[in-house]
């Protein structure tokens, strides 16, 4: 008998029935409910998830009705043989399962699941508790006590004039010169590239992309049908003899890379490598793409040294991007542009031909945020919860034999070297209820590694600790 292990909640707006349902059939889509095996006894279940005996009994029966679960009287509920279902469907539809391979789609699927902040360490996102939901509410309060017809219409192609003006403001602190009308409001950081990806990329073309680097792209940027090279990330940024070697050879369109607090190693880049960086895009004619979303989790060149190539450029070849989903609510999804007036608005039309606007509601909080100062005083509490925490995880996994190349004094992420395959780890933690991620998925050829990425901010469960200190040698 196979007990799976799941996180009900109360408060998530689902029912209970429905959560169940939702997590056993998603289990046993991924393995990890294998055929034949037999589910907690109706009392058994209720009992392990404090529910009622009719919850778990309604859950049941919904999910022989959808065919995961099969009833055998005297004994009990089995998990079903799916592959024989599978044999009736099209095969249109057979082309759209979810794969059980792990890659990028897994990872990305499996954080959006309802497991404790805690027990998912591979995710790249602050917990709850680190963040403050009641300034989120707050603003949300005060946009509904606006005009009502403020909030009913569309918003403007560039986005909301105000908090662009805000922007301009921030980005000077950071010596980038942009007036509101270079500013191009999006649905994150993750529709900025994807915007700049179709506007100077077809079929065929060539990125360039850090190596290791934020995995979701090298989904996004295949699926446009272009070709994804990996430039080996150093302690300092890039290997530049690398990028010009390879630039010569492959002719690359653009350069998406991190230069400050890099994901997943929380790097920075050093003035000369930025340098030389912009020297090489002017010499092989290709655009840098420049993802700065975790800017403010930065303390300061006093602590950690770090130049922006946009403030060496000031957005002629240097495409800037930010965001606020790493520091305030992922589910505000607002994300900017910088870049020159011209391309800003090619980008908004861009923009409106695939979303039409963005939303305005979430710019109008984040504009209240900023303008009225909490912001700034709210990233400074986080940058010292995670240096409160950041050189006791390091030790501690030291401790278990583990190597972090790159100790830097800021950042949300740490790099770690296991000496073990970390696909396989992944595996045996998702059957345990943990989110890990492992180092292949941060490389654009996807190969076994024995790297992973640790969130320092999702560390504090001690079952966590144990799963580690067990399988990780």
Same mark, same amino acid.
Not at 134 to 142: I, K
Not at 236 to 252: F, I, N
């Given at each position: 008998?196979?007990?799976?292990?799941?996180?009900?909640?109360?408060? &998530?707006?689902?029912?209970?029935?429905?959560?169940?349902?939702?997590?056993?059939?998603?289990?046993?889509?991924?393995?990890?409910?294998?055929?034949?095996?037999?589910?907690? &006894?109706?009392?058994?279940?209720?009992?392990?998830?404090?529910?009622?005996?009719?919850?778990?009994?309604?859950?049941?029966?919904?999910?022989?009705?959808?065919?995961?679960?099969? &009833?055998?009287?005297?004994?009990?509920?089995?998990?079903?043989?799916?592959?024989?279902?599978?044999?009736?469907?099209?095969?249109?539809?057979?082309?759209?399962?979810?794969?059980?391979?792990?890659?990028?789609?897994?990872?990305?699927?499996?954080?959006?699941?309802?497991?404790?902040?805690?027990?998912?360490?591979?995710?790249?996102?602050?917990?709850?508790?680190?963040?403050?939901?009641?300034?989120?509410?707050?603003?949300?309060?005060?946009?509904?006590?606006?005009?009502?017809?403020?909030?009913?219409?569309?918003?403007?192609?560039?986005?909301?004039?105000?908090?662009?003006?805000?922007?301009?403001?921030?980005?000077?602190?950071?010596?980038?010169?942009?007036?509101?009308?270079?500013?191009?409001?999006?649905?994150?950081?993750?529709?900025?590239?994807?915007?700049?990806?179709?506007?100077?990329?077809?079929?065929?073309?060539?990125?360039?992309?850090?190596?290791?680097?934020?995995?979701?792209?090298?989904?996004?940027?295949?699926?446009?049908?272009?070709?994804?090279?990996?430039?080996?990330?150093?302690?300092?940024?890039?290997?530049?003899?690398?990028?010009?070697?390879?630039?010569?050879?492959?002719?690359?369109?653009?350069?998406?890379?991190?230069?400050?607090?890099?994901?997943?190693?929380?790097?920075?880049?050093?003035?000369? #490598?930025?340098?030389?960086?912009?020297?090489?895009?002017?010499?092989?004619?290709?655009?840098?793409?420049?993802?700065?979303?975790?800017?403010?989790?930065?303390?300061?060149?006093?602590?950690?040294?770090?130049?922006?190539?946009?403030?060496?450029?000031?957005?002629?070849?240097?495409?800037?991007?930010?965001?606020?989903? #790493?520091?305030?609510?992922?589910?505000?999804r607002v994300g900017f542009i910088a870049t020159s007036p011209e391309l800003a608005i090619r980008l908004a039309d861009r923009k409106m031909l695939s979303t039409l606007t963005t939303t305005e509601i979430g710019e109008r909080v984040v504009y209240k945020i900023l303008s009225e100062g909490h912001y700034r005083k709210h990233v400074d509490r986080i940058r010292v919860k995670l240096d409160?925490?950041?050189?006791?995880?390091?030790?501690?996994?030291?401790?278990?034999?583990?190597?972090?190349?790159?100790?830097?004094?800021?950042?949300?992420?740490?790099?770690?070297?296991?000496?073990?395959?970390?696909? #396989?780890?992944?595996?045996?933690?998702?059957?345990?209820?943990?989110?890990?991620?492992?180092?292949?998925?941060?490389?654009?050829?996807?190969?076994?590694?024995?790297?992973?990425?640790?969130?320092?901010?999702?560390?504090?469960?001690?079952?966590?600790?144990?799963?580690?200190?067990?399988?990780?040698?």
């Amino acid at each position: 008998m196979l007990t799976p292990t799941f996180y009900i909640s109360r408060d &998530s707006g689902g029912s209970l029935v429905e959560q169940i349902v939702n997590a056993v059939a998603t289990r046993i889509d991924d393995k990890l409910l294998r055929t034949g095996a037999r589910m907690p &006894s109706i009392r058994q279940f209720a009992d392990e998830q404090a529910v009622s005996r009719f919850t778990v009994v309604e859950a049941y029966d919904r999910l022989v009705a959808k065919g995961y679960l099969e &009833s055998r009287r005297g004994a009990g509920f089995f998990v079903r043989e799916r592959a024989s279902m599978l044999n009736n469907v099209p095969s249109t539809a057979q082309a759209i399962l979810p794969t059980q391979n792990l890659d990028v789609v897994w990872l990305v699927r499996n954080m959006f699941r309802q497991l404790p902040p805690q027990k998912m360490p591979g995710s790249g996102v602050l917990p709850h508790d680190w963040l403050d939901g009641e300034l989120v509410a707050n603003g949300l309060r005060a946009i509904s006590r606006l005009n009502q017809n403020l909030l009913l219409h569309y918003g403007t192609p560039q986005g909301f004039l105000p908090l662009r003006q805000q922007l301009q403001l921030k980005l000077a602190e950071l010596e980038i010169a942009a007036s509101p009308e270079q500013i191009v409001m999006t649905s994150g950081v993750t529709q900025a590239l994807d915007l700049v990806a179709r506007e100077f990329t077809q079929p065929g073309d060539t990125i360039f992309v850090d190596d290791p680097a934020w995995f979701l792209m090298f989904g996004s940027f295949a699926i446009l049908g272009t070709k994804v090279i990996g430039i080996p990330r150093l302690h300092d940024g890039p290997d530049v003899a690398k990028l010009a070697e390879l630039a010569a050879l492959h002719k690359p369109r653009l350069y998406i890379i991190n230069s400050v607090l890099h994901n997943p190693t929380s790097t920075s880049l050093s003035a000369a #490598k930025a340098f030389q960086v912009l020297k090489t895009a002017e010499e092989h004619d290709f655009i840098v793409v420049e993802d700065d979303v975790y800017c403010d989790m930065h303390p300061g060149p006093a602590v950690q040294a770090a130049t922006r190539i946009a403030a060496l450029d000031q957005l002629h070849r240097v495409i800037y991007l930010g965001g606020f989903s #790493k520091t305030l609510a992922a589910n505000l999804r607002v994300g900017f542009i910088a870049t020159s007036p011209e391309l800003a608005i090619r980008l908004a039309d861009r923009k409106m031909l695939s979303t039409l606007t963005t939303t305005e509601i979430g710019e109008r909080v984040v504009y209240k945020i900023l303008s009225e100062g909490h912001y700034r005083k709210h990233v400074d509490r986080i940058r010292v919860k995670l240096d409160g925490v950041r050189d006791d995880i390091t030790k501690r996994l030291e401790q278990l034999g583990m190597k972090i190349d790159y100790r830097t004094p800021a950042g949300m992420f740490l790099w770690t070297e296991t000496g073990c395959d970390t696909n #396989k780890l992944t595996e045996k933690a998702m059957e345990q209820g943990y989110l890990l991620a492992p180092g292949s998925l941060f490389s654009p050829n996807q190969l076994p590694s024995t790297r992973m990425r640790i969130n320092i901010a999702a560390m504090s469960d001690t079952g966590v600790w144990e799963f580690l200190k067990r399988e990780a040698r």
